[in-house]
T-cell receptor, first 113, second 113 residues
Framework: EPEVTQTPSHQVTQMGQEVILRCVPI?????FYWYRQILGQKVEFLVS????????KSEIFDDQFSVERPDGSNFTLKIRSTKLEDSAMYFC???????????FGPGTRLLVL | GDSVTQMEGPVTLSEEAFLTINCTYT??????LFWYVQYPGEGLQLLLK?????DKGSNKGFEATYRKETTSFHLEKGSVQVSDSAVYFC????????????FGAGTRLFVKA
């Protein structure tokens, strides 16, 4: 069964460093998402992406964050200058059509020291 | 704005006990409703969904019925197993298939042998 993949599974970085989290959505999907889950807390929407542009973003998704689909398969989340409070699990998700099921990747656990 | 409220955990049950996890929602439109499960150290898996009033979603012995009149989508299972120990998230998408999914805070379930 096709699945969303994410790399790396874990990343440790120093505060102020840039990180790029990578996702490979399911191949025929058109809608892409990033979510964040701070340890022990709820899953929060960050951003959605369709047709090579951001469709919607939350207030968490400030100027430090950016997303890109650099080629036909990858979908990336960049955090320009990480802060301690960026430490979280980041989930990528995709769906083929708006009304269809959203599939989540296994997540990247980011730790900012 | 749209929101999901679910009962706080943790919920601790003995094997073969009956499970109910309450979930209510607030939405401006007519949302689709979901239950996701997160096993320890893993990502989010869609457990079941319902897209219109009175629909019953079911999977792996879990059920939830979309109740528009009470804006609820309670998760039930007749006989839990140790392997059901996980965090369960109620979620909505409004409008259905809308760009983002909104999650409840999650309810941790422990099942004792």
């Amino acid at each position: 069964e096709p699945e969303v993949t994410q790399t790396p599974s874990h990343q440790v970085t120093q505060m102020g460093q840039e990180v790029i989290l990578r996702c490979v959505p399911i191949s025929n999907h058109l809608y892409f998402y990033w979510y964040r889950q701070i340890l022990g807390q709820k899953v929060e929407f960050l951003v959605s992406f369709y047709n090579n542009e951001i469709s919607e973003k939350s207030e968490i998704f400030d100027d430090q964050f950016s997303v890109e689909r650099p080629d036909g398969s990858n979908f990336t989340l960049k955090i320009r200058s990480t802060k301690l409070e960026d430490s979280a699990m980041y989930f990528c998700a995709s769906k083929r059509q708006p009304q269809e099921t959203q599939y989540f990747g296994p997540g990247t656990r980011l730790l900012v020291l | 704005g749209d929101s999901v409220t679910q009962m706080e955990g943790p919920v601790t049950l003995s094997e073969e006990a009956f499970l109910t996890i309450n979930c209510t929602y607030t939405a401006t439109g007519y949302p689709s409703l979901f239950w996701y499960v997160q096993y320890p150290g893993e990502g989010l898996q869609l457990l079941l969904k319902a897209t219109k009033a009175d629909d019953k979603g079911s999977n792996k012995g879990f059920e939830a019925t979309y109740r528009k009149e009470t804006t609820s989508f309670h998760l039930e299972k007749g006989s839990v197993q140790v392997s059901d120990s996980a965090v369960y998230f109620c979620a909505l998408s409004d409008p259905p298939g809308g760009f983002k999914t909104i999650f409840g805070a999650g309810t941790r379930l422990f099942v004792k042998a």
